[in-house]
T-cell receptor, first 110, second 105 residues
């Protein structure tokens, strides 16, 4: 069966430090991969979307970037974190239509 | 782009009560999902339902694609049903703002 792994679960980083969040999917090939952010409040905002290796669509201009070095690996990065980057980051995958989410990373920038 | 609106934004129920959550979307969609976000933040898949009706235990959902809405029914609610319920549409999963449900014992 398919599983998605996202780590770390929580992270506290100082302003100006770099960021790397990793997400991997097992049990499927060529999934669509997504990064979302949920800030204070409820809405989930799509940050990046990938349909294949090296193919990244950025949905919102920001301080973050994403990469997909392998078929089932999706990485969210920043060179210098801002206070406004704090939030709950969720990775998701889908094949055909239904999407499934990882457990999320709670990032606090201090 | 497609707009997704959920109502009500907040709902407080007594344990055992029934409820209906609504999701309206501004354009036709080929994909609609309902999720439950638990207190730990995890998004749990409830239904993949671009059209028609599905049931899973005390939960059921109906999507009327031609009228651009979907309904999530919760019957005999339990305290463990508390959390935020989201609908999301299309391949890139455009989310509504959610309905925060609180079930009191």
């Amino acid at each position: 069966s398919q599983t998605i792994h996202q780590w770390p679960a929580t992270l506290v980083q100082p302003v100006g430090s770099p960021l790397s969040l990793e997400c991997t999917v097992e049990g499927t090939s060529n999934p669509n991969l997504y990064w979302y952010r949920q800030a204070a409040g409820r809405g989930l905002q799509l940050l990046f979307y990938s349909v294949g290796i090296g193919q990244i669509s950025s949905e919102v201009p920001q301080n973050l970037s994403a990469s997909r070095p392998q078929d089932r690996q999706f990485i969210l990065s920043s060179k210098k974190l801002l206070l406004s980057d704090s939030g709950f980051y969720l990775c998701a995958w889908s094949v055909q239509s239904e999407a499934f989410f990882g457990q999320g990373t709670r990032l606090t920038v201090v | 782009g497609i707009q997704v609106e959920q109502s009500p934004p907040d709902l407080i129920l007594q344990e055992g009560a029934n409820s209906t959550l609504r999701c309206n979307f501004s354009d036709s969609v080929n994909n609609l999902q309902w999720f439950h976000q638990n207190p730990w933040g995890q998004l749990i898949n409830l239904f993949y339902i671009p059209s028609g009706t599905k049931q899973n235990g005390r939960l059921s959902a109906t999507t009327v694609a031609t009228e651009r809405y979907s309904l999530l029914y919760i019957s005999s609610s339990q305290t463990t049903d508390s959390g935020v319920y989201f609908c999301a549409v299309e391949g890139k999963l455009i989310f509504g703002q959610g309905t925060e449900l609180s079930v009191k014992p």
